[in-house]
């Protein structure tokens, strides 16, 4: 039986955080403080003088053809982690009976999901990115990719307000 007076959590993890550290909420400053330095070894974007975690666009492919195909969405997926300059980790697609497909492409940098209505030439996707990637290079891949006759996007800056400016 384990002894749980011999159990300090927080040592030994991958981050080497303990305990103390993460419940250092006092001075983020001190965590974050060279947060604007572009020689920074991390994946944060720095861009008109925010600092969030990544780009996450909503985007909507309207009036799009090949919806249904796997083959075609799942190379829609390399093509956009191509063009936008991400890295892949994996990809995993699903098919529906009679009609529509689910899917999601793993990147180093997030992910690109999509689930689409064939029926009516419907696709929702996903593309959320962080460091050097170009997640807004997608927009026109899936445009090409399906035909689309309309193509909606929103961005949403993730993390946007949570590391302190300055």
């Not at 990147?107 to 170009?134: K, N």
Request: contains cysteine.
């Amino acid at each position: 039986m384990l002894d749980t007076t011999q159990v300090q959590l927080g040592n030994g993890l991958e981050t080497g955080a303990t305990h103390a550290d993460t419940t250092a909420r006092d001075d983020v400053r001190a965590i974050t403080r060279d947060i604007f330095d572009e020689n920074r070894d991390d994946h944060f974007i720095r861009r008109d003088g925010k600092v969030f975690a990544g780009t996450h666009l909503i985007i909507e492919v309207v009036d799009g053809i090949g919806l249904d195909d796997q083959a075609r969405i799942e190379q829609a997926f390399r093509d956009c982690v191509d063009t936008c300059g991400a890295t892949l980790l994996h990809i995993h697609t699903h098919k529906f009976s009679p009609q529509g497909v689910s899917g999601v492409a793993v990147l180093a940098e997030s992910h690109i999901s999509v689930h689409t209505w064939p029926e009516i030439g419907y696709g929702a996707f996903d593309v959320f990115m962080c460091g050097d990637a170009q997640p807004w290079k997608a927009v026109d891949v899936l445009r090409a990719a399906f035909n689309a006759g309309d193509v909606r996007v929103k961005e949403l800056l993730r993390g946007d307000g949570l590391v302190p400016h300055g």
